[in-house]
């Protein structure tokens, strides 16, 4: 602020001269003198305070003012910060399915996150942020990026809890998508700590070698067909029931997701598979 362009303050610099100067004929013995000065004075004194506080109670409210201002532009811009961060980390978890999606317009698949994880579970199931509300029914299937990795076992309004393909509890029709030969995917607690599922119910006659790609069949109406489950590792004898089955790895590390997606209807779905 420029102190020659301010009245107030010119005003206010004009009386305390004045009052320096009258000050000095104060020193002096005239009785009438300094009556006449004190009265003088006290005006002047009157009308400095006047005028400083009105300068100072301006500045105070346009400070205030202007303060209370950008706080809620602050505020504001805040609020679309964040919008925009929860808009671009939808759109990068939709696009990580965007190719799936390409390929099968009938997918409904629902992005969620990984809250939580039962540590009683052997089998690594986890809870996801989505529910009833997102339209997630239990059977669902769940997908990461890499192919399937569970599936829906109970649901609320907002969350759900997934058991995954590590999990004996998990039946799902598959098929080598090499050999062509069909069995049933589910989980061994022989297994499970090694990221690692079976291919059961497969032929004595088989015609699966190791690294087969092995896909879901849609038999059953429960999984889509064709979403992918892992690579062959080895076949193996059951000693117990002289059948045997074909050791599968996800493509998915089952014990680190971090965030997976529902999908919550596809053609097909509830259909059995003649």
């Known amino acids: 602020m420029n102190f020659f362009e301010n009245k107030n303050l010119k005003v206010l610099a004009i009386t305390l001269v004045i009052v320096i100067v009258m000050g000095v004929f104060c020193l002096s013995d005239n009785s009438f003198v300094s009556t006449a000065i004190n009265a003088a004075t006290k005006g002047l004194f009157q009308v400095t305070s006047a005028a400083a506080s009105g300068v100072d109670g301006a500045s105070y409210e346009d400070l205030k003012a202007e303060n209370e201002k950008l706080k809620q532009e602050n505020a504001k811009l805040r609020e679309e910060l964040v919008d925009y961060y929860n808009v671009k980390e939808e759109n990068e978890k939709l696009w990580k399915y ?13 992005p969620a996150n990984v809250i939580r994880r039962d540590s009683n579970d052997d089998f690594y199931s986890f809870t996801l942020d989505i529910g009833s509300a997102d339209k997630v029914e239990v059977n669902c299937p769940v997908i990461t990026d890499n192919g399937l990795v569970g599936w829906v076992s109970s649901v609320d309004a907002t969350t759900c809890i997934v058991k995954t393909i590590l999990s004996p509890d998990t039946k799902a029709g598959a098929v080598d998508k090499q050999s062509k030969d069909s069995g049933i995917i589910t989980g061994s607690a022989s297994l499970c700590d090694r990221n690692l599922t079976q291919l059961t119910k497969i032929t004595e006659d088989n015609k699966i070698k190791e690294g087969d790609i092995v896909v879901t069949s849609g038999a059953g109406g429960v999984y889509p067909d064709n979403l992918i489950v892992g690579e062959v590792r080895e076949i193996k004898f059951n000693s117990y029931d002289t059948t045997r089955y074909a050791v599968v790895e996800p493509y998915e590390d089952i014990k680190s997701i971090t965030a997976a997606a ?3 209807d596809f053609d097909g779905k509830g259909e ?3």
């Not at 190719?99 to 997918?107: A, Q």
Request: no cysteine.
């Open 262 to 264: 529902v999908i919550t």
């Open 272 to 274: 059995v598979a003649k």
């Open 98 to 110: 965007y190719d799936l999606k390409k390929e099968n317009p009938s997918y409904q698949i629902q």
